[in-house]
């Protein structure tokens, strides 16, 4: 009975301690709010983004999750929220709701964040794990920082997002696991007698 109570404790940890969810990010809205709120002690995986999209400018060509190496060093970052030159880059964003929230609204300046703020980061298809923000967890696409032509621009990317929650909240569910099958095995030992 050890063994299996053991087995079935430790199933339950193992599947509350990650959680992995499929997004689809588009590019037009250029932010996705995937209704994940981290606090600073959880931890987050981002990976296996694939998927193709397009900036429009020029009637470029799809390019993937990486960005489209060719265009970017032609504009020197003036329309990327990360100015990194690779416009369309799958990119997130951790930081207060409301922040891009009326950004996908509205699509027009002035941003209510800077460009390179510190809650943006690169993705790509880079696995990519992040511990020690806060904030709603937004997935995007890397274009129209200064200007207001979303229109065309076109695609998804689809990507992986793991969530380790802090570790008192898999505590949490562990003490409670443990305690209900506590419960049953003295029941069920009981009913033997």
């Known amino acids: 009975m050890k063994t299996s109570i053991t087995s079935v404790v430790m199933w339950l940890l193992a599947s509350v301690t990650a959680s992995a969810v499929e997004f689809t990010v588009t590019a037009n809205p250029l932010w996705t709010d995937t209704g994940i709120h981290l ?58 709701a409301g922040d891009l929230n009326s950004y996908n609204s509205s699509a027009s300046p002035p941003r209510v964040i800077d460009q390179n703020d510190p809650g943006l980061f690169e993705i790509g298809t880079k696995s990519v794990q992040k511990t020690g923000l806060e904030g709603e967890l937004w997935l995007g696409f890397n274009d129209d920082y200064s200007g207001n032509a979303i ?25 409670v696991a443990a305690i209900g099958l506590m419960a049953y095995a003295w029941q069920r030992r009981k009913t033997t007698l």
């Open 151 to 175: 229109w065309d621009n076109s695609g998804r990317v689809n990507v992986q997002v793991d969530v380790v929650p802090e570790p008192s909240t898999t505590i949490s569910f562990a003490v």
């Open 39 to 96: 606090s600073t002690l959880d931890s987050i995986t981002i990976y296996d983004a694939n998927g193709s999209w397009s900036w429009g400018y020029q009637q470029s060509s799809s390019f993937g999750p990486d960005g489209d190496y060719e265009i970017g060093p032609a504009f020197s970052g003036l329309e990327d929220w990360i100015k990194n030159d690779l416009y369309g880059q799958l990119i997130g964003y951790v930081g207060s």
